[in-house]
């Protein structure tokens, strides 16, 4: 088969999976979308990370009325683009292909997504009326839970923010976790939820709203008010407002008409159709941990990707954790670590310096130990013998070939003694943290795998950890193959 040939059979192929996103309305006004020069998201990636817009602080709560030019289209680009399926993952060992934007233990996804909205004009897909929505990401559809709720909170939250208009709640269903980890699911559960409300807060700063993460409320009213059943409960919120001179993002393709009896939304995508969307082959062959050769030249991306495409590229589980081997540089702590720790616009939450990254990179010198913090400049660690890091990497995660990775990092919190709301902030603020981590990583293509399942006593001496600070959560970072960024640049040839 000639290259034109293939190339334009590829062409052929990416206008049908291009077409079939467009049957679906929420996945077809995000999927049309482009992060650079895009009137859907107009500030780009790296700017909505490395510069917080939002505005923490206590003021007067008061409701607003939904701006113009939101409706039940901007909800669908934000909910997909925040916890939609990306991508079906093929191949050998991927238990669950449905690709979403954050990663999870197992793939249980215990984090669940409620709209919290007003009265919204649907246009032709009819109102939506005021309260708490379920969102389902497997359908792309919208479930009635309860309503209206937003005075409610108003009533429970006292002043966190003037100027609400709409929002969201991050809930943990602790049946998905206690069943496979018992009490450890919490952990997980908290982490995930964090990782969630970040990439809530990430999208809708894209989409030109301001964002306020709010995790310190009472839990009792809070969820009673939300409808959450006896096993789930809600853990952050994500308030949404508006200031004068925004970028008001204008809808642009039509809505279907909402289905009359079943789910409150627009149609969604079935599991049947979620074949046709972008499909990642995996290849055969790799033992779980394996990394692949060194190539002689690894072509870095040739523009950062967008929005769009970084949620796609998102790597995470053994299955799809394929990097390629290279030294570490240390430019990588400033484009993948550092920006991730500005801080965060969180009301009442622990402030973000509770956080520290534990490096290790793995350059032309061997492993080195770096701390970063939000407010001081990155500290080396003390000398280490080298062979013997190695050998401790090895052991702290043998299905992982952290010793042969360019960068790995441990998200680290003070945990002595802190009492059950403590425990939770500090959990999601380590979550919320990563994610920015792994959403700059795809960005910029490199493959990230987030993991609990490590030795932490080991970690924590091998590091030198003070007492009370844990490592929580373990980030492990190498080259995309060069076979995946070509197809990327393929892609985005063929639609610039």
């Not at 790995?408 to 403590?422: E, I, K």
Request: glycine share 10%; charged share 20%; with cysteine.
């Amino acid at each position: 088969m000639s290259r034109d040939t293939a190339v334009a059979r590829e062409a052929a192929l990416t206008r049908e999976t291009e077409g079939a996103f467009r049957m679906f309305a929420f996945r077809s006004v995000f999927g049309a979308s482009e992060l650079i020069a895009s009137t859907a998201f107009p500030l780009p990636l790296e700017a909505v990370q490395g510069e917080r817009r939002s505005l923490p602080g206590r003021l007067p709560f008061t409701l607003e009325p939904e701006p113009a030019g939101v409706d039940l289209r901007q909800w669908s680009r934000w909910l997909f683009a925040s916890g939609g399926v990306h991508r079906v993952d093929i191949g050998p060992g991927v238990t669950w292909p449905h690709h979403q934007p954050t990663p999870s233990a197992r793939c249980l996804y215990p984090a669940r997504i409620s709209l919290l909205t007003p009265d919204v004009d649907g246009g032709r897909a009819g109102p939506l009326r005021a309260g708490s929505y379920r969102y389902d990401p497997l359908h792309h559809q919208l479930i009635w839970q309860c309503g209206p709720v937003l005075h409610a909170l108003r009533d429970q939250l006292g002043s966190p923010l003037s100027g609400v208009f709409a929002g969201a709640a991050v809930s943990v269903d602790w049946q998905r976790t206690h069943g496979q980890y018992g009490h450890f699911g919490y952990r997980l559960g908290l982490l995930e939820a964090g990782m969630q409300a970040a990439q809530l807060g990430i999208v809708a700063e894209a989409l030109g709203w301001h964002v306020s993460l709010v995790w310190d409320f009472p839990d009792a009213p809070v969820n009673a008010a939300l409808g959450m059943g006896n096993h789930e409960r809600v853990v952050a919120l994500v308030l949404l407002r508006r200031l004068p001179g925004t970028v008001r993002v204008p809808p642009y393709l039509p809505v279907p008409p909402t289905r009359d009896g079943g789910p409150v939304s627009l149609p969604g995508a079935t599991l049947e159709t979620l074949d046709r969307v972008t499909h990642l082959q995996l290849g055969p062959g790799r033992a779980d941990g394996d990394v692949g050769p060194p190539e002689r030249v690894t072509p870095p991306l040739l523009v950062p990707r967008t929005l769009r495409q970084t949620l796609r590229a998102r790597h995470s589980g053994l299955a799809v954790f394929a990097p390629v081997a290279e030294q570490g540089r240390p430019d990588l702590l400033d484009d993948l670590l550092r920006p991730a720790l500005a801080p965060a616009p969180v009301v009442d939450g622990t402030p973000d310096a509770s956080v520290s990254i534990e490096a290790l990179l793995n350059g032309r010198d061997g492993l080195k130990h770096h701390r970063l913090t939000r407010d001081g400049p990155p500290v080396i660690g003390g000398p280490r013998a080298d062979p013997l890091m190695r050998t401790v990497l090895e052991e702290v995660q043998p299905d992982m070939p952290l010793a042969h990775l360019p960068l790995t990092a441990y998200l680290c919190v003070p945990l002595h003694g802190p009492s059950p709301r403590t425990y939770r902030r500090v959990h999601l603020q380590a979550g919320l943290i990563a994610q920015r981590i792994l959403l700059l990583a795809a960005q910029q293509g490199w493959a990230g795998r987030a993991s609990c399942s490590f030795n932490a006593p080991r970690v924590q001496r091998l590091l030198e950890l003070d007492g009370p600070v844990v490592p929580l959560l373990q980030l492990a970072f190498g080259r995309e193959p060069t076979a995946r960024l070509a197809h990327d640049h393929h892609r985005l040839s063929l639609h610039p």
